[in-house]
C-alpha cells in the first residue's frame, strides 16, 4: 500500500451541485500522507462504466438517480462482484425519511451513511479516513490470506510428491520379491498410499484447499484402480457433489480404496458353465441426506460366505476398514448373495 500515491475514490450524484462541492472537500483530504484520487459521475448508468474499469477505495452513491432506487440498485451489484468486494461504500441522501439510516445500513451492507444537507467538511474527512483504513486493514488481510492460500497449496504439492516418492521405493523393493504373495502384499500398500495421495493431488488443484468434493474424487480413484487392478471391468458408477473436510475427507477415501479395490479383485461373475469371466461388474454409489453421507459398492462375483469377514475380520484389509469407519463413526453393512454389497453410512 505505500506504493500507492493516491487513494481511489468514486462519488455517484446527479446533483451537480453536491457533486462538485463534494470533489472539492474530498480533494482536499490526506489519509496517512496520500491524496485522494476523486472520480465523479452523475448516474448509476455511467458508474457501472467506471466499475468496469478501475478499482475504489471508497465509493459514495447517491439513491435517487435515474430512478428512486438506481443508487440502491447499483449497490447491490457492487457487492455481487469479487473486484469490488473490499470497497467501502457510502449511500448518501436527501430524503432520510424515506431510506432510514439503520434500513439501509443492514439491508445493504454499507459502511457509511450520509444526508445531503450535512456537508460538512470535518464529518466527511473523518468518515473517509475512517473508510480508506478500514479498506487499507482490508487489502492487508486479504493478501495475508493469499500468501497463506499459496503456502496451503505448496504444502499439498509437496505432501503429493512424498508419497509418490514412497511410492517409488515401495515399487522398487517390491520388484526384488519373485513370489506373488510377497508382491501383493506391497501392492495393496502402494494402492492405498495412492489413494491418500489423490487427496492431496486434488486440493492442491482445487480452490478450496480444506474441503475435497469426494464424488469428484471417486471418479479419478475408480478409474485409477481398474487401469491397475482390472482394466477390461465394467464400472456404473453414481454420485452427487460432496464436500467433506480434509480430516473425513482421507479415512472416506482409504474405505473406498479397500472397498474397491476388493470387488475389482473378487468380483469377476460367472458364467453358467461355473466359470469366471474375465471382467467384473462394479456398481458405486454415493449420496447424502440432511445427516449421513451413504457410499454403496457392489459386485458381481459370486458374494461372501458370510458377514464374518466384517464382524470378525481376518483379513489386514477387513481389519483396516473396520479402523477407518471407527476413526469416521460410521456403519457398514455387508449383504452377500448374487454378488457382494457394501454399505458404509458415514455421518456428516
Request: proline content about 3%.
Amino acid at each position: 500500500m505505500g506504493a500507492m500515491h493516491s487513494w481511489p475514490v468514486l462519488v455517484v450524484d446527479d446533483d451537480d451541485h453536491v457533486l462538485r462541492l463534494s470533489e472539492v472537500l474530498l480533494n482536499r483530504i490526506r489519509v496517512d500522507g496520500h491524496p485522494l484520487h476523486v472520480d465523479v459521475c452523475c448516474s448509476a448508468t455511467e458508474a457501472r462504466q467506471f466499475l468496469d474499469k478501475k478499482t475504489y477505495a471508497v465509493i459514495i452513491i447517491d439513491v435517487v438517480m435515474e430512478s428512486e432506487h438506481a443508487g440502491l440498485d447499483l449497490v447491490r451489484d457492487i457487492r455481487k462482484s469479487p473486484q469490488h468486494l473490499l470497497s467501502q461504500l457510502v449511500i448518501r441522501t436527501g430524503q432520510p425519511g424515506v431510506y432510514p439510516e439503520a434500513k439501509v445500513l443492514q439491508d445493504f451492507r454499507i459502511s457509511d451513511y450520509w444526508r445531503k444537507d450535512d456537508l460538512q467538511p470535518y464529518r466527511i474527512r473523518a468518515s473517509v479516513t475512517g473508510l480508506i483504513r478500514s479498506y487499507e486493514t482490508a487489502l492487508a488481510l486479504e493478501e495475508r490470506l493469499n500468501e497463506r492460500t499459496v503456502l496451503l497449496r505448496e504444502i499439498h504439492h509437496r505432501v503429493n510428491n512424498t508419497l509418490q516418492l514412497v511410492i517409488g521405493i515401495l515399487n522398487l523393493q517390491r520388484n526384488r520379491f519373485s513370489e506373488q504373495t510377497h508382491r501383493m502384499v506391497f501392492d495393496e500398500s502402494i494402492l492405498r498410499i495412492r489413494a491418500i495421495s489423490l487427496i492431496h493431488e486434488h486440493l492442491y488443484q482445487s480452490q478450496l484447499l480444506h474441503q475435497i468434493d469426494i464424488s469428484n474424487y471417486i471418479l479419478h480413484l475408480s478409474s485409477a484402480l481398474r487401469t491397475v487392478i482390472a482394466p477390461t471391468a465394467k464400472m456404473r458408477i453414481s454420485t452427487v457433489p460432496i464436500l467433506l473436510s480434509i480430516e473425513s475427507a482421507i479415512p472416506m477415501a482409504l474405505i473406498i480404496n479397500e472397498l474397491l479395490s476388493n470387488a475389482l479383485k473378487y468380483g469377476l461373475a460367472e458364467n453358467d458353465a461355473g466359470r469366471a469371466r474375465l471382467e467384473a461388474d462394479v456398481l458405486i454409489e454415493i449420496s447424502k441426506d440432511d445427516k449421513n453421507v451413504k457410499l454403496v459398492i457392489e459386485d458381481s462375483g459370486k458374494g461372501l460366505p458370510s458377514d464374518s469377514y466384517i464382524s470378525k475380520p481376518q483379513t489386514l484389509g477387513f481389519q483396516v476398514l473396520q479402523s477407518l469407519i471407527r476413526q469416521v463413526r460410521g456403519k457398514i453393512e455387508v449383504f452377500c448373495g448374487q454378488g457382494t454389497r457394501f454399505e458404509v453410512v458415514v455421518p456428516l
